[in-house]
T-cell receptor, first 119, second 111 residues
């Protein structure tokens, strides 16, 4: 399987605990994105990496959230002191800059997500 | 601000054609994507438009009018497996290709 993988697929935790999720992008992709999706809504952008550099962070990403991509390959998203409002599906996506008929295509491929439930 | 609107739910009959509309108001525009998402699964890419006009891929077609801030996804010869949410997403300009998603349209295909 050469798609985007995420672990764990499900995480149940108690309020106040820390959690960490992992994303392994498609191997040749240099761009990696984290999104959060709640029930009945579309994914919301959280943060973006190009190689190991974190180039953009959403205002949704409070100080309790931190993301890393240490070697420009896999990425981790950590949530400290979880709150019930953090319950959501956390999606990772990766892409590679590819030119298509002069336009930049850059399709993002999504992983299966990690569903977080904070009790 | 950024706003992407699409209908919340639609129903259609197997074998029919359905059109899902999307209107957007975003700060900059660098392409519009349609994704399909089955319940509990990841979004999967369906189509991409950056220029005005129609893009056709098998049973799926997508149309874009940049001047109207409007797109639609056309699904032909509907199958039961097409029951899913369809997400419209805009990529803004000057950024790092992040996508701004609408809330999705939940399509139910019945026999």
């Amino acid at each position: 399987d050469t798609g985007v993988s995420q672990n764990p697929r499900h995480k149940i935790t108690k309020r106040g605990q820390n959690v960490t999720f992992r994303c392994d992008p498609i191997s040749e992709h240099n761009r990696l994105y984290w999104y959060r999706q709640t029930l009945g809504q579309g994914p919301e952008f959280l943060t973006y990496f190009q190689n190991e550099a974190q180039l953009e962070k959403s205002r949704l990403l409070s100080d309790r959230f931190s993301a890393e991509r240490p070697k420009g390959s896999f990425s981790t998203l950590e949530i400290q002191r979880t709150e019930q409002g953090d319950s959501a599906m956390y999606l990772c996506a990766s892409s590679l800059r590819v030119a298509k008929t002069g336009a930049i295509y850059n399709e993002q491929f999504f992983g299966p997500g990690t569903r977080l439930t904070v009790l | 601000g950024q706003n992407i609107d699409q209908p919340t739910e639609m129903t259609a009959t197997e074998g029919a054609i359905v059109q899902i509309n999307c209107t957007y108001q975003t700060s900059g525009f660098n392409g519009l994507f349609w994704y399909q998402q089955h319940a509990g699964e990841a979004p999967t890419f369906l189509s991409y438009n950056v220029l005005d006009g129609l893009e056709e891929k098998g049973r799926f077609s997508s149309f874009l009018s940049r001047s109207k801030g409007y797109s639609y996804l056309l699904l032909k010869e509907l199958q039961m497996k097409d029951s899913a949410s369809y997400l419209c997403a805009v990529r803004g300009s000057g950024g790092y290709n992040k996508l701004i998603f609408g809330a999705g349209t939940r399509l139910a295909v019945h026999p």
